[in-house]
């Protein structure tokens, strides 16, 4: 029998568990299923889809991520770097897909898209670009089950953090609390072993990490070594 301040403290125990995206988009694309087995410890694989125009850069779209989708073990969290996600969001939630990140500075009517994404039974995640306040998402932030802040410019991985967004993520994590609303942070970008204790005591719990999974030769352990680090300076 749990009694109810027990299961307030399960609760807490819940909400603070760190969790792990890897970025395929430093995995190697030739071998791309060898590289999603490789990260099974995981929680979920971050994919980057950007469409050459939202940034400079151009990587993979829907019949890559489908497939992803039958092969990883993993829940797949789609990072939508393009322009017009009110169009094409709802197009990569049909394929199987746990959530859809779309940019603050790309989308005409985030609530809309949000809600859209939440009726096919998909989390809805809203981005923000270094240069975007957190602040305007304060009145709309039960829209969404994640905000995720960018650590870096978006379009390449390996970039260095931006050590500068954690006031961001501060306030949106004190907002969050203040509330008592179950919004995960996600931050993107420059997450290493030497960074994942900043962005968790600023209140991240969703870390993705591209170079620095991928880049290690043991992306398993580095995953795991990430979580440790981060679950330890954790601070709601
Ligand atoms: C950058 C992407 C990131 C990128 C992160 O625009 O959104 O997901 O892969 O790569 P690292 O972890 O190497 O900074
Ligand atoms: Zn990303």
């Known amino acids: 029998m749990i009694d109810s301040r027990s299961s307030f403290v399960l609760l807490r125990m819940a909400r603070m568990s760190i969790q792990i995206a890897p970025s395929i988009l430093s995995a190697d694309f030739a071998n791309l299923e060898r590289d999603l087995h490789a990260i099974d410890n995981a929680d979920l694989v971050h994919v980057d889809v950007m469409d050459h125009h939202f940034v400079p850069n151009l990587t993979l779209g829907e019949p890559i991520v489908k497939r992803i989708c039958q092969v990883s073990e993993l829940p797949v969290d789609v990072h939508l770097m393009i322009e017009d996600p009110d169009r094409w969001a709802p197009e990569f939630a049909k394929l199987g897909v746990h959530s859809v990140s779309f940019h603050m500075g790309a989308t005409h009517a985030p609530v809309r898209l ?3 994404l939440r009726g096919m039974g998909v989390k809805a995640c809203f981005a923000v670009r270094p240069a975007e306040p957190v602040e305007p998402i304060f009145d ?12 870096v410019e978006p379009g ?14 501060r306030r949106l994590r004190d907002e969050i609390t203040r509330r008592g609303l179950g919004t995960h942070i996600q931050v993107d970008g420059g997450v290493s072993p030497s960074t994942a204790h900043i962005v968790a005591e600023a209140g991240a719990d969703v870390l993705v990490a591209g170079s620095a999974v991928y880049g290690s030769p043991d992306p398993a352990k580095a995953i795991d070594n990430i979580r440790n680090l981060a679950q330890a300076a954790y601070k709601d």
Not at 140 to 151: G, N, Q, S, V, W
């Open 114 to 116: 949000a809600r859209q």
């Open 140 to 151: 709309i932030l039960d829209e969404f089950d994640m905000i995720l802040i960018m650590t």
């Open 156 to 169: 390449f991985g390996g970039q260095k953090f931006l050590a500068n967004q954690m006031g961001k993520t």
